[in-house]
Protein backbone atom coordinates (compact mmCIF):
# COMPACT_ATOMS: atom_id res chain seq x y z
CA UNK A 1 0.00 0.00 0.00
CA UNK A 2 3.02 2.82 0.56
CA UNK A 3 3.68 2.20 -2.60
CA UNK A 4 0.22 2.24 -4.41
CA UNK A 5 -0.15 5.54 -2.15
CA UNK A 6 3.20 7.12 -4.02
CA UNK A 7 2.32 5.89 -7.33
CA UNK A 8 -1.08 5.82 -7.42
CA UNK A 9 -1.96 2.85 -8.92
CA UNK A 10 -2.65 -0.81 -8.35
CA UNK A 11 0.07 -3.40 -7.59
CA UNK A 12 0.11 -6.38 -9.40
CA UNK A 13 -2.16 -8.49 -8.09
CA UNK A 14 -0.39 -11.70 -5.72
CA UNK A 15 -2.09 -14.56 -7.85
CA UNK A 16 -2.75 -14.67 -11.33
CA UNK A 17 -6.41 -13.26 -12.31
CA UNK A 18 -9.01 -15.12 -12.80
CA UNK A 19 -10.37 -13.37 -16.22
CA UNK A 20 -9.16 -11.16 -18.38
CA UNK A 21 -9.18 -7.03 -17.35
CA UNK A 22 -12.77 -6.02 -18.17
CA UNK A 23 -12.44 -2.08 -16.45
CA UNK A 24 -10.13 0.37 -16.25
CA UNK A 25 -9.87 3.06 -13.49
CA UNK A 26 -7.48 5.87 -12.27
CA UNK A 27 -6.86 6.75 -8.76
CA UNK A 28 -6.92 10.22 -7.49
CA UNK A 29 -5.44 12.23 -4.38
CA UNK A 30 -7.61 14.55 -3.76
CA UNK A 31 -6.56 18.17 -2.16
CA UNK A 32 -8.53 18.68 1.02
CA UNK A 33 -8.63 22.50 1.48
CA UNK A 34 -10.45 22.65 4.69
CA UNK A 35 -7.00 19.97 5.92
CA UNK A 36 -4.78 21.24 3.53
CA UNK A 37 -3.82 17.90 3.25
CA UNK A 38 -4.36 14.24 0.26
CA UNK A 39 -6.50 11.15 0.86
CA UNK A 40 -6.32 8.61 -2.01
CA UNK A 41 -9.76 7.32 -3.85
CA UNK A 42 -9.64 4.71 -6.75
CA UNK A 43 -13.38 3.22 -6.09
CA UNK A 44 -14.80 6.31 -7.38
CA UNK A 45 -14.19 5.53 -11.34
CA UNK A 46 -14.60 2.63 -13.70
CA UNK A 47 -14.48 2.55 -17.48
CA UNK A 48 -14.88 -0.11 -20.49
CA UNK A 49 -12.08 0.89 -22.13
CA UNK A 50 -8.56 2.46 -22.14
CA UNK A 51 -9.49 5.16 -24.18
CA UNK A 52 -12.43 6.49 -22.32
CA UNK A 53 -10.74 6.23 -19.09
CA UNK A 54 -8.11 8.32 -20.65
CA UNK A 55 -10.04 10.90 -22.20
CA UNK A 56 -12.49 11.49 -18.39
CA UNK A 57 -9.16 11.40 -16.84
CA UNK A 58 -7.44 14.22 -19.13
CA UNK A 59 -11.00 16.10 -18.04
CA UNK A 60 -10.68 15.26 -14.57
CA UNK A 61 -7.39 17.29 -14.99
CA UNK A 62 -8.36 20.31 -17.09
CA UNK A 63 -11.01 20.80 -14.49
CA UNK A 64 -9.08 20.76 -11.51
CA UNK A 65 -6.37 23.09 -13.01
CA UNK A 66 -9.09 25.37 -13.59
CA UNK A 67 -10.21 25.57 -10.04
CA UNK A 68 -6.28 25.77 -9.03
CA UNK A 69 -6.03 29.01 -11.07
CA UNK A 70 -9.01 30.40 -9.89
CA UNK A 71 -7.51 30.09 -6.48
CA UNK A 72 -3.98 31.62 -6.88
CA UNK A 73 -5.02 34.30 -9.34
CA UNK A 74 -7.99 35.52 -8.12
CA UNK A 75 -8.31 34.25 -4.57
CA UNK A 76 -4.34 34.76 -4.06
CA UNK A 77 -4.24 31.54 -2.31
CA UNK A 78 -0.54 30.46 -3.33
CA UNK A 79 -0.70 27.34 -1.39
CA UNK A 80 -3.74 25.54 -3.21
CA UNK A 81 -2.85 22.72 -4.81
CA UNK A 82 -3.84 20.71 -7.36
CA UNK A 83 -5.06 16.94 -7.19
CA UNK A 84 -2.73 14.06 -8.20
CA UNK A 85 -3.96 11.61 -10.75
CA UNK A 86 -2.79 8.51 -11.62
CA UNK A 87 -2.33 6.43 -14.94
CA UNK A 88 -5.33 4.48 -16.04
CA UNK A 89 -5.04 0.95 -15.57
CA UNK A 90 -6.91 -2.11 -15.03
CA UNK A 91 -9.13 -2.15 -11.94
CA UNK A 92 -7.89 -3.90 -9.12
CA UNK A 93 -10.51 -2.65 -6.64
CA UNK A 94 -12.87 -5.76 -8.26
CA UNK A 95 -10.02 -8.58 -8.16
CA UNK A 96 -9.96 -10.24 -4.86
CA UNK A 97 -6.43 -11.46 -4.91
CA UNK A 98 -5.57 -7.39 -5.63
CA UNK A 99 -3.83 -5.58 -2.54
CA UNK A 100 -6.17 -2.94 -3.32
CA UNK A 101 -9.68 -4.87 -3.79
CA UNK A 102 -12.47 -3.14 -2.28
CA UNK A 103 -15.65 -4.47 -0.96
CA UNK A 104 -19.36 -2.73 -0.72
CA UNK A 105 -19.08 -0.79 2.26
CA UNK A 106 -14.94 0.60 1.48
CA UNK A 107 -16.13 1.03 -2.01
CA UNK A 108 -19.14 3.56 -0.48
CA UNK A 109 -16.88 5.00 1.92
CA UNK A 110 -14.15 6.11 -0.76
CA UNK A 111 -17.36 7.79 -2.45
CA UNK A 112 -18.38 9.60 0.72
CA UNK A 113 -15.30 10.91 1.11
CA UNK A 114 -15.07 11.82 -2.53
CA UNK A 115 -18.08 13.30 -2.25
CA UNK A 116 -17.43 15.53 0.70
CA UNK A 117 -14.02 17.00 -0.36
CA UNK A 118 -16.07 17.82 -3.55
CA UNK A 119 -19.01 19.90 -1.42
CA UNK A 120 -15.47 21.03 0.27
CA UNK A 121 -14.12 22.73 -2.94
CA UNK A 122 -17.50 24.09 -3.61
CA UNK A 123 -17.98 25.83 -0.61
CA UNK A 124 -14.27 27.47 -0.98
CA UNK A 125 -15.38 28.94 -4.68
CA UNK A 126 -18.44 30.16 -3.65
CA UNK A 127 -17.04 32.10 -0.81
CA UNK A 128 -14.46 33.77 -3.32
CA UNK A 129 -17.76 35.39 -5.07
CA UNK A 130 -18.67 32.62 -7.84
CA UNK A 131 -22.40 31.97 -7.86
CA UNK A 132 -23.90 28.61 -7.69
CA UNK A 133 -23.79 28.30 -11.58
CA UNK A 134 -20.80 29.55 -12.51
CA UNK A 135 -18.76 27.36 -14.81
CA UNK A 136 -16.05 26.31 -12.40
CA UNK A 137 -18.56 25.02 -9.51
CA UNK A 138 -20.17 23.27 -12.11
CA UNK A 139 -17.17 21.57 -13.37
CA UNK A 140 -16.83 20.07 -9.63
CA UNK A 141 -19.57 17.34 -11.59
CA UNK A 142 -19.29 15.42 -14.53
CA UNK A 143 -22.00 16.74 -17.19
CA UNK A 144 -24.79 14.68 -18.38
CA UNK A 145 -25.19 13.11 -21.97
CA UNK A 146 -27.86 15.97 -22.91
CA UNK A 147 -29.81 13.16 -25.42
CA UNK A 148 -28.73 9.65 -24.52
CA UNK A 149 -29.02 7.23 -27.24
CA UNK A 150 -29.99 4.16 -25.20
CA UNK A 151 -32.34 4.57 -21.81
CA UNK A 152 -31.26 7.31 -19.43
CA UNK A 153 -32.94 11.07 -18.59
CA UNK A 154 -33.34 13.66 -21.07
CA UNK A 155 -31.97 16.95 -20.06
CA UNK A 156 -33.15 19.92 -21.20
CA UNK A 157 -30.68 23.42 -21.15
CA UNK A 158 -32.05 25.90 -17.78
CA UNK A 159 -34.68 28.40 -19.24
CA UNK A 160 -32.92 31.70 -20.42
CA UNK A 161 -33.39 34.71 -17.79
CA UNK A 162 -35.82 37.38 -18.98
CA UNK A 163 -34.81 40.79 -19.78
CA UNK A 164 -34.32 43.10 -16.90
CA UNK A 165 -36.70 46.01 -17.37
CA UNK A 166 -34.33 49.54 -17.15
CA UNK A 167 -35.70 51.93 -13.93
CA UNK A 168 -36.95 54.92 -15.25
CA UNK A 169 -34.80 57.64 -15.71
CA UNK A 170 -34.96 60.77 -12.79
CA UNK A 171 -36.35 63.20 -15.15
CA UNK A 172 -39.35 61.16 -15.45
CA UNK A 173 -39.77 61.14 -12.09
CA UNK A 174 -42.69 63.80 -10.35
CA UNK A 175 -42.50 64.64 -7.11
CA UNK A 176 -45.73 63.97 -4.81
CA UNK A 177 -47.06 65.16 -1.91
CA UNK A 178 -46.38 62.87 0.98
CA UNK A 179 -47.71 65.06 4.12
CA UNK A 180 -51.49 66.83 4.08
CA UNK A 181 -50.61 70.14 4.47
CA UNK A 182 -54.07 71.19 5.26
CA UNK A 183 -55.51 72.76 8.68
CA UNK A 184 -57.79 70.48 10.65
CA UNK A 185 -60.67 71.59 11.71
CA UNK A 186 -61.05 72.86 15.04
CA UNK A 187 -64.58 72.79 17.28
CA UNK A 188 -65.36 74.78 20.50
CA UNK A 189 -67.73 73.63 22.72
CA UNK A 190 -69.21 75.66 25.82
CA UNK A 191 -70.28 73.35 28.87
CA UNK A 192 -72.03 74.63 31.68
CA UNK A 193 -70.55 74.92 35.47
CA UNK A 194 -71.87 72.82 37.92
CA UNK A 195 -72.02 73.18 41.71
CA UNK A 196 -70.21 70.60 44.07
CA UNK A 197 -71.22 70.58 47.18
CA UNK A 198 -67.88 71.02 49.63
CA UNK A 199 -67.30 71.41 53.15
CA UNK A 200 -67.05 75.13 54.65
CA UNK A 201 -63.96 76.50 53.85
CA UNK A 202 -62.76 74.70 50.71
CA UNK A 203 -62.10 75.41 47.49
CA UNK A 204 -61.44 73.40 44.68
CA UNK A 205 -58.41 73.71 42.70
CA UNK A 206 -60.96 75.49 39.72
CA UNK A 207 -62.63 78.01 42.14
CA UNK A 208 -59.70 78.64 43.97
CA UNK A 209 -58.20 79.56 40.86
CA UNK A 210 -61.01 82.12 39.59
CA UNK A 211 -61.77 83.62 43.35
CA UNK A 212 -58.05 84.58 44.91
CA UNK A 213 -58.01 83.65 48.37
CA UNK A 214 -58.51 86.38 51.10
CA UNK A 215 -56.16 88.26 52.97
CA UNK A 216 -53.73 86.93 55.65
CA UNK A 217 -55.76 89.15 58.52
CA UNK A 218 -59.29 88.39 57.28
CA UNK A 219 -57.49 84.53 57.70
CA UNK A 220 -55.68 84.10 60.61
CA UNK A 221 -56.26 79.88 60.39
CA UNK A 222 -54.22 80.17 57.00
CA UNK A 223 -51.55 82.87 57.83
CA UNK A 224 -50.34 80.51 60.58
CA UNK A 225 -49.95 77.43 58.23
CA UNK A 226 -46.42 75.92 57.75
CA UNK A 227 -45.13 76.15 54.51
CA UNK A 228 -43.74 72.40 53.07
CA UNK A 229 -41.41 71.97 50.61
CA UNK A 230 -41.33 68.78 48.86
CA UNK A 231 -38.04 68.22 47.00
CA UNK A 232 -38.20 65.58 43.44
CA UNK A 233 -35.78 63.11 44.19
CA UNK A 234 -32.84 62.67 42.02
CA UNK A 235 -33.14 61.16 38.84
CA UNK A 236 -30.74 57.23 38.76
CA UNK A 237 -28.53 57.39 35.52
CA UNK A 238 -29.34 54.44 33.73
CA UNK A 239 -25.96 51.99 34.29
CA UNK A 240 -24.69 50.43 30.65
CA UNK A 241 -24.33 46.33 31.38
CA UNK A 242 -21.18 44.93 29.86
CA UNK A 243 -21.01 43.56 26.71
CA UNK A 244 -21.01 39.86 26.99
CA UNK A 245 -17.35 38.58 25.53
CA UNK A 246 -17.25 37.09 22.01
CA UNK A 247 -16.32 34.09 21.74
CA UNK A 248 -12.80 32.61 19.87
CA UNK A 249 -14.42 30.93 17.04
CA UNK A 250 -17.30 30.94 15.08
CA UNK A 251 -19.61 27.99 15.04
CA UNK A 252 -18.53 27.55 11.24
CA UNK A 253 -14.59 27.31 12.28
CA UNK A 254 -15.46 25.45 15.55
CA UNK A 255 -17.29 22.68 13.46
CA UNK A 256 -14.56 22.43 11.01
CA UNK A 257 -11.73 22.05 13.06
CA UNK A 258 -12.86 19.62 15.23
CA UNK A 259 -14.72 17.35 12.68
CA UNK A 260 -11.58 17.26 9.94
CA UNK A 261 -9.75 16.01 12.97
CA UNK A 262 -12.37 13.07 13.59
CA UNK A 263 -12.64 12.31 9.79
CA UNK A 264 -8.86 12.03 9.89
CA UNK A 265 -9.15 9.41 12.70
CA UNK A 266 -11.40 7.42 10.86
CA UNK A 267 -9.18 7.38 8.03
CA UNK A 268 -6.46 6.03 9.69
CA UNK A 269 -8.88 3.46 10.68
CA UNK A 270 -9.73 2.62 7.20
CA UNK A 271 -6.05 1.89 6.73
CA UNK A 272 -5.27 0.09 9.38
CA UNK A 273 -7.94 -2.07 9.40
CA UNK A 274 -6.82 -3.08 5.43
CA UNK A 275 -4.36 -5.42 7.07
CA UNK A 276 -7.20 -7.80 8.79
CA UNK A 277 -7.51 -10.21 6.86
CA UNK A 278 -10.57 -11.74 8.71
CA UNK A 279 -13.54 -10.53 5.48
CA UNK A 280 -16.04 -10.65 8.35
CA UNK A 281 -14.57 -8.14 10.68
CA UNK A 282 -13.01 -6.25 8.36
CA UNK A 283 -16.50 -5.63 7.11
CA UNK A 284 -18.22 -4.79 10.55
CA UNK A 285 -15.43 -2.04 11.12
CA UNK A 286 -16.21 -0.37 7.73
CA UNK A 287 -19.47 -0.19 8.38
CA UNK A 288 -18.78 1.32 11.60
CA UNK A 289 -16.20 3.83 10.56
CA UNK A 290 -19.34 4.64 7.60
CA UNK A 291 -21.69 4.63 10.36
CA UNK A 292 -19.26 7.49 12.21
CA UNK A 293 -18.71 9.54 8.94
CA UNK A 294 -22.95 9.95 8.82
CA UNK A 295 -22.47 11.13 13.07
CA UNK A 296 -19.29 13.82 12.23
CA UNK A 297 -21.97 14.90 9.05
CA UNK A 298 -24.94 15.08 11.06
CA UNK A 299 -23.12 16.76 14.32
CA UNK A 300 -21.04 19.50 12.08
CA UNK A 301 -25.07 20.53 10.65
CA UNK A 302 -25.91 20.96 14.63
CA UNK A 303 -23.25 22.44 15.62
CA UNK A 304 -23.38 25.60 12.69
CA UNK A 305 -27.06 25.23 13.37
CA UNK A 306 -26.65 25.89 16.81
CA UNK A 307 -24.43 29.18 16.59
CA UNK A 308 -21.68 30.63 17.79
CA UNK A 309 -22.66 31.13 21.35
CA UNK A 310 -24.00 28.02 21.67
CA UNK A 311 -23.01 24.93 24.42
CA UNK A 312 -22.61 22.93 21.46
CA UNK A 313 -20.09 25.04 19.11
CA UNK A 314 -18.12 25.99 22.51
CA UNK A 315 -17.79 22.65 23.04
CA UNK A 316 -16.34 21.51 20.12
CA UNK A 317 -14.41 24.77 19.73
CA UNK A 318 -12.74 24.00 23.19
CA UNK A 319 -12.39 20.50 22.34
CA UNK A 320 -8.41 20.93 21.12
CA UNK A 321 -6.55 18.28 22.77
CA UNK A 322 -6.99 14.34 22.57
CA UNK A 323 -7.96 14.22 26.24
CA UNK A 324 -10.92 17.20 25.58
CA UNK A 325 -12.07 15.81 22.68
CA UNK A 326 -12.85 12.51 24.14
CA UNK A 327 -14.56 14.62 27.20
CA UNK A 328 -16.69 16.27 24.89
CA UNK A 329 -17.85 13.34 23.14
CA UNK A 330 -18.28 11.69 26.83
CA UNK A 331 -20.36 14.40 27.23
CA UNK A 332 -22.66 13.76 24.32
CA UNK A 333 -22.81 9.85 23.82
CA UNK A 334 -21.90 8.68 27.30
CA UNK A 335 -18.59 7.19 28.96
CA UNK A 336 -19.72 3.73 26.89
CA UNK A 337 -18.87 5.34 23.38
CA UNK A 338 -15.39 7.00 24.67
CA UNK A 339 -13.31 3.84 24.12
CA UNK A 340 -14.93 3.50 20.94
CA UNK A 341 -14.62 6.99 20.36
CA UNK A 342 -10.42 7.27 20.10
CA UNK A 343 -10.16 3.22 19.57
CA UNK A 344 -6.22 1.84 20.15
CA UNK A 345 -7.60 -1.03 17.70
CA UNK A 346 -9.50 -1.00 14.55
CA UNK A 347 -11.55 -3.40 15.85
CA UNK A 348 -12.55 -1.27 18.85
CA UNK A 349 -14.41 1.26 16.57
CA UNK A 350 -17.21 -0.66 16.39
CA UNK A 351 -20.01 -0.18 18.58
CA UNK A 352 -22.94 -2.53 19.65
CA UNK A 353 -25.83 -3.21 21.16
CA UNK A 354 -27.98 -0.51 19.02
CA UNK A 355 -31.38 0.47 20.72
CA UNK A 356 -34.23 -0.70 18.59
CA UNK A 357 -36.17 3.05 18.17
CA UNK A 358 -32.98 5.53 19.35
CA UNK A 359 -35.78 8.48 18.55
CA UNK A 360 -38.32 7.13 21.21
CA UNK A 361 -35.53 6.21 23.54
CA UNK A 362 -34.01 9.67 23.28
CA UNK A 363 -37.63 11.41 23.57
CA UNK A 364 -38.31 9.45 26.36
CA UNK A 365 -37.35 11.62 29.72
CA UNK A 366 -38.53 9.16 31.95
CA UNK A 367 -35.30 6.79 30.93
CA UNK A 368 -32.15 6.70 31.94
CA UNK A 369 -29.54 9.65 30.62
CA UNK A 370 -27.11 6.98 29.91
CA UNK A 371 -29.26 5.32 27.94
CA UNK A 372 -30.55 8.37 26.11
CA UNK A 373 -26.99 9.58 25.47
CA UNK A 374 -26.43 5.99 23.92
CA UNK A 375 -29.58 6.45 21.72
CA UNK A 376 -28.21 10.19 20.40
CA UNK A 377 -25.04 8.38 18.87
CA UNK A 378 -26.80 5.74 16.61
CA UNK A 379 -29.36 8.44 15.92
CA UNK A 380 -26.77 10.85 14.40
CA UNK A 381 -24.79 7.38 12.93
CA UNK A 382 -27.66 6.08 11.19
CA UNK A 383 -30.22 8.71 10.12
CA UNK A 384 -30.22 11.76 8.35
CA UNK A 385 -32.26 14.09 10.97
CA UNK A 386 -34.95 16.65 9.29
CA UNK A 387 -35.06 20.50 9.99
CA UNK A 388 -37.52 19.68 12.53
CA UNK A 389 -35.64 16.83 14.54
CA UNK A 390 -32.47 19.11 14.27
CA UNK A 391 -33.80 22.11 16.06
CA UNK A 392 -35.32 19.09 18.98
CA UNK A 393 -31.87 17.66 18.96
CA UNK A 394 -29.99 20.64 19.67
CA UNK A 395 -32.13 21.43 22.97
CA UNK A 396 -31.34 17.65 23.77
CA UNK A 397 -27.86 17.99 23.13
CA UNK A 398 -27.71 21.71 25.38
CA UNK A 399 -29.20 19.36 28.21
CA UNK A 400 -26.60 17.35 28.09
CA UNK A 401 -23.90 19.67 27.92
CA UNK A 402 -24.88 21.52 30.75
Known amino acids: MPAAAQLLTCPPPTSPAAHACELYHFHQALYRPDTRGFVEVWGVNQFASQASCDRAREAAMRRNLAIVDHMKRVVNDNNYDA ?50 DAELVRSLYTPPVPNPVIGGPRVLPPPQSAPVTAPPAATDLRQTKAIDTS ?40 AELPTVTVEAPPKSEPVAEPAPAEPDTTAEEAADNFIAYETQRIQNVLKAASSINDENVKSKIFEACLQRTQLLSNLRALIVGAGTRSRLAAGAGAAKSEAERIAFATKLFGSDIAPHWAPKEATEVIVEGAPEDPEKLLRDRQADDKDRRRALYFLLARSQPTEEQQLWLSTVIDGFLQ
Open 83 to 132: DRFGPCHCDGSIERSSPTFLTDAQRIAQLRTYEEVRQRVRERLIDTGLMS
Open 183 to 222: KPVVTSIDLPLVDVALPAGTQTPAVAATNPAPPPAANPAA
